[in-house]
C-alpha cells in the first residue's frame, strides 16, 4: 500500500513543461515559464496564478509587451516574452499588483 501511495505522490509531482505545478490548489509557474508554454502552444491561454495576469503577442517582444491587457495601467510584479519559431511572434504574460 505505501508503494502505491509514493507512486501516486511521485506522479503528482512531476509535470510535463506545458503543465503547471498545483500545491494546495494554486498554480506555481513563472510568468518567463508561462511565456515559454503559450509560445510552445502558440496559442493565448491564461494561467491559474491567481493573480492579474495579461497576455499579449507581437511581432517583437516590445509589441507582445504592449498588447498585454492592463500595460501601463497597473503595476507590473513580473513579466516574460518567449519567442515562437513557428509561429514567428514573441509571446509576453506580465503579472500585476
Request: positive net charge; contains cysteine; glycine residues 8%.
Amino acid at each position: 500500500m505505501r508503494f502505491w501511495i509514493a507512486c501516486v505522490v511521485m506522479l503528482c509531482a512531476v509535470a510535463s513543461e506545458a503543465d503547471t505545478v498545483v500545491v494546495r490548489g494554486r498554480a506555481f509557474v513563472s510568468a518567463q515559464e508561462h511565456a515559454t508554454i503559450i509560445a510552445r502552444r502558440g496559442a493565448l491561454v491564461h494561467s491559474q496564478c491567481s493573480q492579474t495576469e495579461g497576455i499579449g503577442t507581437g511581432s517583437t517582444p516590445e509589441q507582445a509587451r504592449r498588447n498585454c491587457c492592463f500595460f501601463g495601467k497597473r503595476q507590473i510584479v513580473e513579466e516574460g516574452v518567449a519567442y515562437s519559431p513557428v509561429t514567428r511572434r514573441y509571446y509576453a504574460v506580465i503579472r500585476y499588483r
